[in-house]
């Protein structure tokens, strides 16, 4: 918002009413960690005998890759 006011000159107002919303905050975090057990589920789910199957596992891979280091076993 801060640059649509330099931007928008009409929407000035508006801008600054939205800017002057607190923002939320939280205690706990919006979206858990996995278990290393949950996360190698969601790797087997795909079958890997389809075409279909190998390309999902993949994608999969890159996506928990992308999120960091997976959790050390108990």
């Known amino acids: 918002m801060r640059f649509i006011e ?3 000159p009409a929407a000035l107002d508006q801008g600054r009413g939205i ?3 607190p ?3 939280h205690d706990t975090r919006v979206v858990p960690h996995l278990t290393r057990d949950e996360l190698q ?3 087997d789910a ?3 005998a389809r075409r279909d199957g190998i390309r999902d596992r993949a994608m999969l891979h890159v996506a928990v ?3 960091g280091p ?3 076993a108990p």
């Open 6 to 8: 330099h931007r928008v």
């Open 46 to 48: 795909p079958d890997p």
């Open 65 to 67: 890759a992308a999120g």
């Open 19 to 21: 800017l002057a919303m």
């Open 70 to 72: 997976m959790p050390r």
């Open 23 to 25: 923002s939320k905050k």
């Open 41 to 43: 589920a969601i790797l």
